[in-house]
């Protein structure tokens, strides 16, 4: 029998992945959920994190709630019952509120493993370079398809919010 620490995270091969959770929470904010999401489950992967489960799982629920909210929106307006592009515009801010909202979840849930982690001498990389990256990438991901729906579902708070 070992002594075990409630958010101890465990030991795994990708450990020299692993970032501080402030870095996937700052990608759904500048990027979008397209990078921040599956950054978040590498992450929890990486870091061995006891609560992956969980935070794969909000992930889940995240990307469904976004695609959910997105499609009501979207057909509403489709049928005009949303007249005021003020409002349009409001509601598209719940939906980025609510992406937003996970992802500092996530980051909560994730940050007490993290602070294990990196109490025991546990190697984190920087996010500067991924960041700079998603924000190359960011404009040919928005791209790949011609519907609001997915500008919706994957891009920050420019991508939507306008």
Not at 75 to 87: K, P, V
Not at 117 to 135: H, K, Q, W
Request: with cysteine; aromatic share 8%; glycine share 8%.
């Amino acid at each position: 029998m070992s002594y075990a620490i409630a958010d101890e995270p465990h030991d795994t091969p990708w450990k020299h992945l692993v970032v501080s959770p402030a870095g996937p929470l700052l990608a759904e904010i500048v990027v979008g959920s397209w990078m921040s999401l599956p950054w978040f489950v590498v992450n929890a992967i990486a870091l061995g994190s006891p609560t992956k489960r969980k935070e794969i799982a909000l992930c889940v629920v995240q990307l469904l709630v976004t695609a959910l909210l997105g499609s009501l929106l979207l057909w509403a307006d489709d049928r005009e019952l949303i007249e005021n592009r003020t409002l349009l515009q409001l509601a598209m801010l719940v939906i980025v509120t609510w992406k937003i909202g996970i992802a500092h979840a996530l980051t909560t849930i994730q940050s007490r493993a993290y602070q294990v982690y990196e109490l025991d001498g546990g190697p984190a990389r920087t996010t500067t370079f991924v960041l700079s990256g998603g924000i190359l990438l960011r404009p040919y991901v928005q791209g790949l398809f011609d519907d609001p729906l997915w500008d919706i579902i994957v891009m920050g708070l420019g991508g939507v919010v306008g």
